[in-house]
Antibody
Framework: QVQLVQSGAEVKKPGASVKVSCKAS????????MHWVRQAPGQGLEWMGI????????SYAQKFQGRVTMTRDTSTSTVYMELSSLRSEDTAVYYC???????????WGQGTLVTVSS | QSALTQPASVSGSPGQSITISCTGT?????????VSWYQQHPGKAPKLMIY???NRPSGVPDRFSGSKSGNTASLTISGLQAEDEADYYC???????????FGTGTKVTVL
């Protein structure tokens, strides 16, 4: 079955960077776009961006332009999301989610909690 | 790109029907049939319930249905059950550089 497994929780200091991974299995990795969505504690969902695992092209939400980088490794069927210049407001659970064609998110990874604290 | 507007909370008794609205603009909800809905239980990842306005994925009970009129999409839960108590989010494709937007979220309480 289709499964997305994310890396474990991270604690970072303000100004640092974090890189979260999402390993896909159960389908052809390069055939489906992957999204990243985050959720701050007690808050709603926020779309961060999308990567095409086939060619590596990306598109980021305006809010994160310049701070986020999404990459992929086709040899391990893994996508990565790196967020730099972290601040306390970036404390959130970060999810990867596969795109259904062409506009929905299914399934989702289990989420990775990133805590930014001095 | 602003979040789509949803009511903060909706409640109903078991067996009743409830409807959650999701209001956007002509640049998102009103401009595309790319509205989807997600259910999220506490501490869990979101789960797809409806895609492309009104389509139900395999395994989702037919108690869940979706529709759209103008800039407002709606999710209806008929025959409300205790396990339906959760947060619900809508999402839409947008014409902006921020390609997707989520709703503000609605907490559904089964009385």
């Amino acid at each position: 079955q289709v499964q997305l497994v994310q890396s474990g929780a991270e604690v970072k200091k303000p100004g640092a960077s974090v890189k979260v991974s999402c390993k896909a299995s159960g389908y052809t990795f390069t055939s489906y776009y992957m999204h990243w969505v985050r959720q701050a504690p007690g808050q709603g969902l926020e779309w961060m961006g999308i990567i095409n695992p086939s060619g590596g092209s990306t598109s980021y939400a305006q809010k994160f332009q310049g701070r986020v980088t999404m990459t992929r490794d086709t040899s391990t069927s893994t996508v990565y999301m790196e967020l730099s210049s972290l601040r306390s407001e970036d404390t959130a659970v970060y999810y990867c989610a596969r795109e259904g064609s062409p506009s929905w998110f299914d399934p989702w990874g289990q989420g990775t909690l990133v805590t930014v604290s001095s | 790109q602003s979040a789509l507007t949803q009511p903060a909370s909706v409640s109903g008794s078991p067996g009743q029907s409830i409807t959650i609205s999701c209001t956007g603009t002509s640049s998102d909800v009103g401009g595309y049939n790319y509205v989807s809905w997600y259910q999220q239980h506490p501490g869990k990842a979101p789960k797809l319930m409806i895609y492309e306005v009104s389509n139900r994925p395999s395994g989702v009970p037919d108690r869940f249905s979706g529709s759209k009129s103008g800039n407002t999409a709606s999710l209806t839960i008929s025959g409300l059950q205790a396990e339906d108590e959760a947060d619900y989010y809508c999402s839409s494709y947008t014409s902006s550089s921020t390609l997707y937007v989520f709703g503000t979220g609605t907490k559904v309480t089964v009385l």
